[in-house]
Nanobody
Framework: QVQLVESGGGLVQAGGSLRLSCAAS????????LGWFRQAPDKEREFIAA????????NYADSVKGRFTISRDNAKNTVYLQMNSLKPEDTAVYYC???????????????WGQGTQVTVSS
């Protein structure tokens, strides 16, 4: 069992930065691939970024490549999402997810956090 709690969301102006954190509980944290997804109003939840269990592999959606960076600290049971050059279209609820299967996608996620709101003003 893994429980995920996101933090770090908020209101930021376009061009600004935010860092999201996701703290996980559970002894098997290191076994999981981790990722971030987001959901804007009236839209489906979409993949943003994922990182392998040892941090060696990362994957990003085209919409955030070069602006967002995912990382993890297994000693702290935490995964991060550094978001730079934010745009109004990045406004959404951001969710942390964990999954055992490689290549984390929405369907492969076993656990979800409750989400944190990110609002980017123009």
């Amino acid at each position: 069992q893994v429980q995920l709690v996101e933090s770090g969301g908020g209101l930021v102006q376009a061009g600004g930065s935010l860092r999201l954190s996701c703290a996980a509980s559970g002894r098997t944290f290191n076994n999981y691939n981790l990722g971030w997804f987001r959901q804007a109003p009236d839209k489906e939840r979409e993949f943003i970024a994922a990182i392998g269990w040892n941090g060696a592999t990362t994957n990003y959606a085209d919409s955030v490549k070069g602006r967002f960076t995912i990382s993890r600290d297994n000693a702290k049971n935490t995964v991060y999402l550094q978001m730079n050059s934010l745009k109004p279209e990045d406004t959404a609820v951001y969710y942390c997810a964990a999954g055992i299967a490689p290549g984390l996608t929405r369907d492969k996620a076993n656990y979800w956090g409750q989400g944190t709101q990110v609002t980017v003003s123009s």
